[in-house]
């Protein structure tokens, strides 16, 4: 007997079949399970290997058919700590299954939470901006910028699913639990924000074109509006911009599009005037 419990265990090969399975997570996505039917595919090689009776192994998938939705990659922590507890409930017999769905429910907003904040607000952007910058200094014609953007986000997105499967599964609950409680989680969404602002920021000479075309006469030589602003704050006027453009989205709650509408319109009005060039 125990022989055949050591032999249902979770093993290494069937955490990789399960990383494997795991890459078609957002396949069956729809909107009234949401990422449910990629939850219960990525769980088949834990559900098959742990459960030994056919009405157990149902019981199980059917548990996993309840609604899901987190961050996609982030939702592997849940995959590795959820192939524990499917464990331990088929074998040991010492977990309730109802708090396996539980502890789902309760961990998909704080992840959905971090992974938006992290990986698509933070490093996302980064990399994009990155990306656009390498493209424009190559004067369109480099591939590097596209390519990196890519390639990061692929190594990053892939490292997240590996170490939430197999870390997930290790530490199981405790994990999180740990995480929560020491303010790690709390500090890295703060500190990557910092970051991305001050990428954004410096990108915002980059992207942010105001050109005045005004000039007045002193003595014999004609002076730039323009380049009196540049000389004493280069980039003032879109950096100036871009903060009333946040100050209408943070304080007055404008929508991005309606900003984006009215920025062209100023643009246009702007340069039929001879306001702008």
Not at 191 to 211: D, E, L, P, S
């Amino acid at each position: 007997m125990t022989e055949n419990k050591d032999f249902r265990r979770v093993s290494k090969k069937d955490l990789w079949k399960t990383y494997i399975y795991s890459q078609a997570f957002v396949s069956g996505f729809n909107y009234s399970k949401q990422e449910a039917p990629g939850f219960v595919f990525s769980m088949m090689p834990v559900i098959e290997k742990v459960y030994e009776k056919e009405p157990e192994k149902i019981e199980a998938y059917r548990r996993h058919t309840e609604l899901f939705l987190t961050e996609a990659r982030l939702s592997h922590f849940v995959i590795g700590m959820t192939a524990a507890m499917e464990e331990r409930n088929a074998i040991d017999q010492d977990i309730d299954p109802v708090s396996i769905n539980a502890i789902k429910a309760a961990l998909m907003g704080p992840l959905a939470g971090i992974g938006d904040s992290l990986y698509h607000g933070t490093l996302r952007p980064i990399m994009a901006g990155l990306a656009v910058s390498l493209v424009i200094g190559s004067n369109y014609t480099s591939m590097v910028g596209p390519l990196l953007f890519v390639i990061v986000m692929a190594v990053v997105g892939q490292l997240l699913r590996y170490f939430g499967i197999f870390k997930g599964y290790e530490k199981g609950v405790e994990f999180v639990a740990k995480v929560q409680s020491s303010g790690l989680l709390q500090k890295m969404t703060r500190y990557a924000g910092i970051a991305a602002y001050v990428v954004i920021g410096g990108f915002v000479y980059k992207f942010v074109t105001i050109n005045i075309p005004w000039t007045y006469k002193a003595g014999e030589t004609m002076v730039s509006i323009q380049t009196v602003l540049n000389g004493m704050v280069p980039g003032l006027l879109p950096l100036l911009y871009t903060l009333l453009m946040l100050y209408f989205m943070d304080k007055k709650k404008m929508s991005p599009v309606t900003l984006m509408l009215i920025t062209m319109v100023v643009g246009v009005i702007g340069c039929a005037l001879g306001i702008l060039a």
